[in-house]
């Protein structure tokens, strides 16, 4: 079984292998590119691959519910520019109160300017989840 623990090292619950958006890519080509990899949000990184900013399925519900369709705008118009991010040696805790506070469900993991992970709530979930007893586990499913 699993410690739950609020000190457990984001690294043991990030996702590694980040899919990143370029500034300069159109609406439909990052929608693709999220449904593909079945994500919500991705980082957006300028030409030095540098992060400025992160792009998701919330980012483009205006397109959508103000009828302005699927245009050929750049990620960089509708994209979040304010990058939630903790350093890579941070704590699952501090991911945790980030997102509680801010009203969140990404932060990006960084190592100086460099991206290394991601970390989502359903990241954190199913951290909760390892730390349940084995037979607490099993999934529960309610019918309406």
């Known amino acids: 079984m699993v410690t739950l623990d609020a000190e457990t090292p984001i690294q043991g619950l990030m996702s ?4 990143l958006l370029g500034k300069e890519t159109t609406i439909p080509q990052a929608l693709a590119t999220l ?7 991705a980082p957006v990184v300028d030409e030095r691959g540098e ?10 519900a205006p397109l959508v519910l103000d009828g302005l369709g699927f245009t050929d705008d ?3 118009d509708w994209m979040t ?12 805790g501090d991911a945790a109160r980030m997102m509680a506070d801010e009203g969140i469900h990404h932060v990006v993991v960084m190592d100086e300017k460099s991206i290394r992970g991601i970390v989502s709530s359903l990241d954190l979930v199913r951290f ?3 730390a349940l007893p084995p037979a607490q586990r099993k999934p529960t499913r309610s019918t309406l």
């Open 128 to 130: 909760l989840v390892r």
């Open 81 to 92: 520019e304010k990058v939630r991010w903790l350093p890579i040696g941070a704590t699952a």
């Open 74 to 76: 750049k990620v960089s």
């Open 16 to 19: 590694k292998d980040v899919v």
């Open 35 to 41: 449904r593909e990899f079945l994500l919500s949000t």
């Open 51 to 60: 992060c400025v900013g992160v792009f998701g399925l919330a980012d483009a």
